[in-house]
C-alpha cells in the first residue's frame, strides 16, 4: 500500500527555517517563522501564564478527560475574551481545539458538513495553510482580491467588486485582526460594508482570528468580529491562544458558532462535540486549563493584559523605526505602509528575485512572497535590515 503514497510538497516555511538554522552567518536575522520573539530573540512564557501554571500544579487532581466540546470555563473564558457581549451567550456553541489550525480545520469540516456544496471564498494572499487545509479536504475555494501590491494596503475596491460574486450559502473566509501575511486590515467602516453584502447574498462569514491583542488592542482587534456576529444570521469563528498568550506549543484553540436563531444552539453544539469525536475525540486541556486560570483570575488577568499591552507596543515601536529608517536611507515616503500596517507581518511587494538576494547576501530569511515577521527584529538589526531592503532595490 505504502507504494501508492506520492510525495507532498514541502512546507516552504519550515524549509526557510531549517536553511536558517544551517546557515554559519553570525549576523543572520530569521524573519521568516511566525513565532513572537521578543529583543533578546527569545519567545518566553508570559509571566501570568507561568503564575497559572503553578496554582494548577497545585489544584490539578485529575488527568481523567475533559468532555468532547473540552471545559466549559474555557469556553466562556474566550467567548468573553472574543465577542463580549455583542450577543446573547444562548447564540453561541463553542468547542476547545488543538490550536487556532484545529478550530479552522472543524469549522471546514462543519461547512462540509452542512453544505457540501458550499465554495470557500478565500483572500488573495491568505494563510497558507488554510489553502492547504482546503485543498486537501477537496473543498472548493475562490480567491477574493485583498491585498493592493501598490499601496500596500487593502485592496477593498477589487475585494467588493470580486465578492460580489459570491452565491448564498457560500463562506468568506477573513481575518479578524493582523491580517496574515499583509498586516493590513480592515477599517470598521469596511467592515460595515462587508457585512451588508454578506446580508444580501445570503453568504456566511468564517472569521479567523489568531492576533486578537497584537494589532490596536484586545477590544479594538475584537471589533470586526463583534460586528460580524452581532449583524448576521450565522457565522463561524476560529480562534487562537498562541500568539496572545504566547501558549504554542500547548496547542489551544476554540471553535464558535454563533445564530442569531437561539433555538438551532443546541444542534450546533451537539454538531461541534461529534466533529471532535470523530477527528480526537478529547480536545487537550492544559493550555485551555491555563487561558481559563489567567482570565478568571483578576490579577492574572491585568498582568497578562499588561504584558500583552507591551508586546503590541514593542511591535508597534520595531514598525515605526524601521519605516522611519527606510524614509532615511531611500529619501522616500514609500515605505510608510510598514508602520500602518498591525500585527506581526507586513507584506514588503519584493520581488522572489529579491527576496533571495536578502538571503544570500544579507543573511536575512523571510518568506518568499516578501512576508516579515517584524517580531524578529530588535532595535539593533533594524538598521540592518534597511540598508539590506534598499540595497537590493525594493
Request: charged content about 25%.
Amino acid at each position: 500500500m505504502f507504494e501508492l503514497l506520492k510525495e507532498q510538497p514541502a512546507d516552504k516555511i519550515l524549509m526557510l527555517m531549517q536553511a536558517f538554522r544551517e546557515d554559519p552567518r553570525e549576523t543572520k536575522i530569521d524573519l521568516g517563522v511566525g513565532v513572537y520573539k521578543d529583543a533578546n530573540g527569545n519567545t518566553p512564557v508570559m509571566r501570568a501564564v507561568k503564575a497559572a501554571e503553578k496554582l494548577w500544579w497545585e489544584q490539578e487532581t485529575t488527568k481523567a478527560y475533559t468532555g468532547l466540546a473540552g471545559d466549559p470555563a474555557y469556553a466562556e473564558a474566550m467567548i468573553d475574551l472574543v465577542l463580549g457581549d455583542a450577543v446573547p451567550r444562548a447564540a453561541v456553541s463553542a468547542a476547545a481545539t488543538p490550536g487556532g489550525t484545529g478550530a479552522c480545520r472543524q469549522g471546514f469540516d462543519l461547512v462540509r458538513m452542512a453544505n457540501p456544496a458550499a465554495r470557500v471564498w478565500v483572500s488573495d494572499p491568505t494563510w497558507p495553510n488554510h489553502l492547504s487545509i482546503l485543498k486537501h479536504m477537496g473543498m472548493e475555494r475562490v480567491d477574493y482580491r485583498y491585498f493592493d501590491e501598490e499601496t500596500r494596503g487593502v485592496d477593498f475596491d477589487g475585494m467588493m467588486a470580486d465578492l460580489a460574486g459570491v452565491k448564498a450559502g457560500d463562506v468568506v473566509l477573513v481575518h479578524g485582526c493582523c491580517h496574515n501575511p499583509t498586516g493590513a486590515n480592515l477599517n470598521l467602516a469596511q467592515w460595515r460594508e462587508l457585512v451588508a453584502l454578506l446580508n444580501a447574498k445570503g453568504a456566511i462569514p468564517m472569521v479567523d482570528i489568531a492576533y486578537q491583542g497584537f494589532g490596536d488592542g484586545l477590544d479594538e482587534d475584537a471589533a470586526g468580529v463583534r460586528l460580524i456576529a452581532s449583524s448576521v444570521p450565522e457565522c463561524i469563528i476560529a480562534a487562537s491562544c498562541s500568539k496572545n498568550f504566547g501558549i504554542y506549543r500547548e496547542r489551544t484553540g476554540l471553535l464558535m458558532t454563533v445564530a442569531q436563531d437561539t433555538a438551532k444552539q443546541k444542534l450546533n453544539q451537539g454538531t461541534l462535540n461529534y466533529l471532535n469525536r470523530q477527528n480526537y475525540s478529547f480536545p487537550p486541556d492544559h493550555g485551555a486549563r491555563l487561558v481559563t486560570l489567567v482570565l478568571n483570575d483578576p490579577g492574572l488577568r491585568a498582568d497578562w493584559a499588561a504584558e500583552l499591552e507591551e508586546v503590541r507596543l514593542s511591535m508597534l515601536g520595531l514598525r515605526e523605526q524601521l519605516a522611519s529608517e527606510l524614509q532615511r536611507l531611500s529619501g522616500s515616503d514609500r515605505f510608510g505602509f510598514i508602520a500602518q500596517h498591525r500585527g506581526m507581518f507586513s507584506r514588503l511587494g519584493a520581488t522572489p528575485e529579491q527576496v533571495a538576494r536578502l538571503r544570500d547576501e544579507h543573511a536575512i530569511y523571510m518568506v518568499g512572497d516578501s512576508r516579515l515577521n517584524i517580531a524578529g527584529l530588535n532595535k539593533t538589526t533594524v538598521p540592518i535590515l534597511a540598508r539590506a531592503i534598499v540595497d537590493v532595490g525594493i
